[in-house]
């Protein structure tokens, strides 16, 4: 409570406020919305917000949260930052001195032009790269002429490489040995995870390479880690931040049981281990993954045996902007979402954070993307001075229980998967793969519903935008039918009922075009026929606006526009009740004119003439996707 310099509280002339007139006042609102007529904790209840891992997001959080912890368990305390169990951050610093590192990622398979890449990303902010290598990238050979001129002693090198990876190290110690690169001073990553590769390509890698390179990077390159636990396969498949975090458990305790089998004691093996993990744009949940996935891991890397206070516990973190939330429609939004998710990475105490550039769905980035991507992190970092306060979101009730809630979904399933025999048996008995099916199978229906909103795509299309033309990726056989992991992502379905309209556009020189029928003055319909509007060119379908204001002659003026229009299906746009007064005649009027099916906008017992209906929360990809099919879209 502030006190004013007389002595007297600032509060003091306020009525103390409790939970309970909250709740009251929240009941207020519900009736007086028709939402609710509940009444104390359920009026709260009411307000909640479901996730997925069974998480529950509550309206309010206080005090009484941080003691109790959901259901009424004692939830753990986050500890200091740089001690067990580091949900506040594997450093008692933080990022304050430096920052974050900021990692760009390079994919382009010509050395020329990975190497220009290269240089302008080291002189415009960038401290790390983390560069494809093999099929998916730059040739293994060529590595040498992509790290022409970079300062191999200052930035630090990490590989994505596959099953390229003891090749690829190969070279690149040959590099630092030509270039006179002491050993102590080299940084980075070799990329090793034949875990990871099973994920993503069906394809198993002997675990004794990656086992051999981290003995050889422990004995002689302090710098380098030699494994990458890296869940984003996990992710890009559709998996929840629990599952996420639960499978990049289970594959680090895999790595740790064979380095230690190796004769690596437990804090050098834990030393040799970076964890890779996706951020969102739900800037929330992506601090509470992060800081929840600093907790597990210590409590693994303890129960594993590591000496108190060496530090092996404490997770070394690289987040990376979601692919999943990419789109390849209105692209430029990328730009925004990229930025949240940078800025909940840097908040969650990320190590090194890689922004992907806002074309990356699209092929190859060019030079003013992988310009953004940087300076998003330079922005936040030098301007915005995110980085200057340790744990920013340290103390929030609700950062703090979402973050516990998270911790225990995702022991939960990283239990699972240890009691199916560990991550490599439960990739290959096909358990993964149906458990992040599933979950993904939910989130489409929500996507399709569009209870999961997607800025430029299933809302707010713009269907004049111009295409936006990449270089195609390098082509990588991941054999998905053998057993790897897909990829996916939100806005696949909305972008592909998107192709299909762009096919006819070609094909015939104009889109699908549906009518919108609005009865009445703009101040009934707009409503209703902005949100159809809306609806419908989310699947590349043009709307044309007709509008029979004069009730007297709506049905003939509309029938009449609708017969010009070019459109071969309608959808009646007004107030539940003008469709009473007018409906029934405009849907009849429409039918004569022609109209294969009539639509309407509102609940479908609003007009019960009409043939289906368009609303909030109504499958929009069965309703674009057969209104396609009967207008007769490529």
């Known amino acids: 409570m502030t006190v004013s310099p007389e002595g007297l509280s600032l509060a003091a002339e306020f009525p103390e406020s409790n939970r309970e007139h909250w709740q009251r006042l929240v009941e207020g609102v519900l009736r007086k919305s028709g939402a609710s007529d509940a009444e104390g904790a359920q009026a709260e209840d009411a307000l909640a917000t479901q996730l997925q891992d069974g998480i529950r997001v509550h309206p309010l959080y206080t005090a009484e949260d941080a003691v109790t912890g959901a259901g009424g368990r004692s939830a753990a305390g986050p500890g200091f930052p740089g001690l067990a169990p580091y949900v506040r951050g594997s450093r008692p610093e933080g990022s304050v001195a430096a920052g974050w590192d900021v990692r760009q990622r390079h994919t382009d398979p010509d050395p020329a032009r990975a190497n220009e ?3 302008a990303d080291l002189e415009n902010g960038v401290g790390s790269l983390w560069l494809a290598v093999g099929t998916a990238g730059v040739p293994v050979a060529a590595l040498p002429e992509v790290l022409e001129g970079v300062y191999l002693d200052l930035a630090g090198i990490v590989l994505d490489a596959g099953a ?31 875990l990871g590769l099973l994920a993503r390509t069906g394809t198993g890698q002997p675990v004794d390479e990656a086992v051999a390179l981290a003995a050889r990077c422990a004995a002689d390159y302090p710098g380098l880690r030699a494994l990458t636990v890296d869940a984003l396969p996990y992710h890009d498949a559709g998996s929840s931040p629990a599952q996420e975090l639960g499978c990049s458990l289970a594959t680090g305790l895999a790595y740790l049981r064979a380095l230690t089998d190796a004769g690596l004691s437990v804090e050098q093996a834990a030393g040799q281990l970076e964890f890779r993990y996706a951020a969102t744009a739900d800037q929330f949940l992506t601090i509470a993954k992060l800081r929840a996935a600093r907790r597990v891991w210590g409590r693994v890397v303890q129960a594993s045996g590591a000496s108190a206070g060496s530090g092996a516990a404490a997770q070394r973190q690289h987040a990376v902007t979601s692919a999943v939330m990419a789109t390849e429609r209105d692209p430029w939004v990328n730009m925004l979402r990229g930025t949240l998710a940078c800025m909940a990475a840097g908040v969650g105490g990320a190590d090194a954070v890689t922004v992907l550039p806002f074309d990356s769905a699209l092929g190859l980035p060019d030079a003013f993307a992988r310009r ?29 229980q979402l973050t516990d809630e998270l ?9 699972e998967i240890e009691r199916a025999g560990g991550q490599a048996a439960a990739l290959r008995s096909g358990l993964v793969r149906e458990r992040i099916a599933a979950t993904w199978a939910e989130r489409e229906a929500d996507l399709a519903h569009r209870r999961e909103p997607i800025t430029g795509v299933s809302e707010f299309p713009n269907l004049a935008e111009k295409p936006v033309l990449r270089a195609p990726l390098p082509v990588v056989d991941v054999t998905a039918g053998q057993g790897g992991l897909p990829k996916v992502r939100r806005s696949q379905a909305f972008e592909a009922l998107r192709s299909r309209s762009d096919a006819e556009l070609a094909a015939t020189g104009h889109r699908p075009r549906l009518f919108l029928a609005a ?9 209703r026929s902005s949100f ?13 606006l007709g509008q029979g204001a004069d009730a007297a002659s709506a049905a003939e003026s509309l029938a009449g526009t609708f017969a010009a229009s070019g459109a071969s299906v309608a959808c009646v746009c007004s107030s539940d009740w003008m469709y009473a007064e007018q409906g029934e005649a405009v849907v009849a009027a429409l039918r004569s004119a022609g109209a294969r099916r009539v639509l309407v906008a509102g609940k479908p017992q609003a007009l019960p003439g009409a043939d289906g209906a368009v609303f909030t929360g109504c499958d929009a990809v069965a309703v674009l996707t057969s209104t396609l099919d009967l207008i007769g879209a490529v």
């Open 372 to 400: 953004i991507a940087r300076n998003t992190q330079s922005i936040l970092v030098e301007e915005s001075h995110l980085a200057r306060v340790i744990d920013p979101a340290g103390g929030s009730w609700y950062v703090e």
């Open 519 to 527: 009865i009445g003055p703009a101040a009934v319909h707009t409503g």
């Open 532 to 544: 159809a509007a809306n609806l419908f060119q989310a699947g590349g379908i043009e709307t044309v």
């Open 117 to 119: 890449a290269v240089l």
């Open 164 to 194: 390229d990876v003891t090749a690829a190290t190969e070279q690149l110690f040959r590099v630092y040995q030509q270039r006179g690169i002491p050993e102590h001073a080299a940084t980075g990553n070799l990329g090793a995870d034949p």
């Open 407 to 415: 911790a225990r979904a995702a022991w939960a399933w990283f239990q």
